[in-house]
């Protein structure tokens, strides 16, 4: 059984650009959710999404922001990149959006922000 | 809002020996769920157990084993019979029964030593 894809695992950008993260899930779950990894913050929720719902989101500025496809696969976008966006991005999936089953984390991409 | 405290910054157990991990958490939910994370230096973030608010029996995953205090809003992580591969971050997280969005504290790295 496959587990949860990010890709890709390591970019860097300049400030200003955007950037596109991409998560696919483990078959059959339809939850997934982003976490900010960093040295100061800590691991910090984005956002989660179901059946292409956003239904949960984290205290984090607009220019963050995701989508979740018909297949479950999810996409995180940050525009307007800054040296602060740097971090390790997270993905998680999920049987279900109701708590409690347990997250499947993938390894995560690298950002570097420079 | 739910917040998760870990106060020990790091540890160090020699192989073979007993280490405790302590976590407390607050949270206004009657329902809700724990959870140990372990984060080696790939980066995978991977569940190392999982304990139901709602249940009052302790959870054990072979070597590994939580101390829930549910009055206290405690939920200490034990490893007995460490071993070198268990070196690693660790983090214990909170996750309401209505929102798939884990609360994470600031994590224990532990180090385990010949």
């Known amino acids: 059984k496959a587990g949860v894809t990010q890709t890709p695992r390591y970019l860097i950008k300049t400030r200003g650009q955007q950037v596109t993260l991409s998560c696919s899930p483990i078959?059959?779950?339809?939850?997934v959710s982003w976490y900010q990894q960093t040295p100061g913050q800590g691991l910090q929720f984005l956002f989660e999404?179901?059946?292409?719902?956003?239904?949960n989101k984290g205290n984090f500025p607009g220019r963050f922001s995701g989508r979740q496809f018909s297949n479950s696969r999810s996409e995180m976008n940050v525009s307007t990149l800054e040296l602060g966006d740097s971090a390790l991005y997270l993905c998680?999936?999920?049987?279900?959006?109701?708590?409690?089953?347990?997250?499947?984390f993938g390894s995560g991409t690298r950002l570097t922000v420079v | 809002a739910q917040t998760v405290t870990q106060s020990q910054p790091e540890m160090s157990v020699q192989e073979a020996e007993t280490v405790t991990l302590s976590c407390t958490y607050d949270t206004s939910e009657s329902n809700y769920y724990l959870f140990w994370y372990k984060q080696p230096p790939s980066r995978q973030m991977i569940l190392v157990i999982r304990q139901e608010a709602y249940k009052q029996q302790n959870a054990t995953e072979n070597r590994f084993s939580v101390n829930f205090q549910k009055a206290a809003k405690s939920f200490s992580l034990k490893i007995s019979d460490s071993q070198l591969g268990d070196t690693a971050m660790y983090f214990c997280?909170?996750?309401?029964?209505?929102?798939?969005?884990?609360?994470f504290g600031t994590g224990t790295r532990l180090q385990v030593t010949l």
């Open positions: 078959s059959g779950h339809r939850s």
């Open positions: 997280a909170a996750d309401t029964g209505t929102a798939s969005k884990l609360t």
């Open positions: 998680a999936s999920s049987l279900d959006r109701v708590g409690g089953y347990g997250y499947t």
């Open positions: 999404y179901f059946s292409e719902t956003q239904r």
